[in-house]
């Protein structure tokens, strides 16, 4: 696993687990994973099928919270930012906007507070892995 972490400010907590990106005020805003990809990539087929699941869901409250996206060509998973998740003892989590895409047998995700269109320009920024 690959992680690159950016923070506007010294990270004193450095999560194990991307979502923490909002749980901790000094842990890392924006968060580059690349997981080696144990068993089968999932195609576009699959995306579009996750995307159209989870959009149905109860905890979705009627909006489309994932969408299909497209980067450097390949079909992935994208979430914006904006939802809330809401736990029984009141507490409330922003959950960051994520993208999510298979490439070469990797996984790669970039998760931030930021617009997921942003969030697409940092996964479109990435330099394609060569493989020999």
């Given amino acids: 696993m690959i992680r690159l972490l950016y923070s506007d400010?010294?990270?004193t907590i450095l999560p194990l687990d991307p979502s923490a990106v909002n749980k901790y005020p000094a842990a890392a805003k924006l968060a580059v994973i690349v997981n080696i990809e144990i068993g089968e990539?999932?195609?576009e087929n699959w995306v579009r099928d996750?995307?159209?699941y989870w959009n149905q869901q109860e905890g979705s409250a009627g909006k489309d919270l994932f969408e299909?996206?497209?980067v450097r060509g390949t079909v992935g998973i994208g979430m914006n930012l904006g939802h809330v998740n809401k736990f029984r003892d009141g507490y409330e989590e922003l959950v960051p906007a994520t993208v999510i895409w298979?490439?070469?047998n990797l996984k790669f995700e970039v998760r931030g507070m930021l617009?997921?269109?942003e969030l697409l320009k940092v996964a479109e920024s990435l330099e394609p892995l060569e493989t020999s």
């Fill in 9 to 11: 400010r010294p990270i």
């Fill in 41 to 43: 990539i999932p195609d």
């Fill in 50 to 52: 996750f995307v159209a």
């Fill in 68 to 70: 299909v996206v497209e």
């Fill in 102 to 104: 298979w490439k070469n």
């Fill in 115 to 117: 617009p997921l269109k």
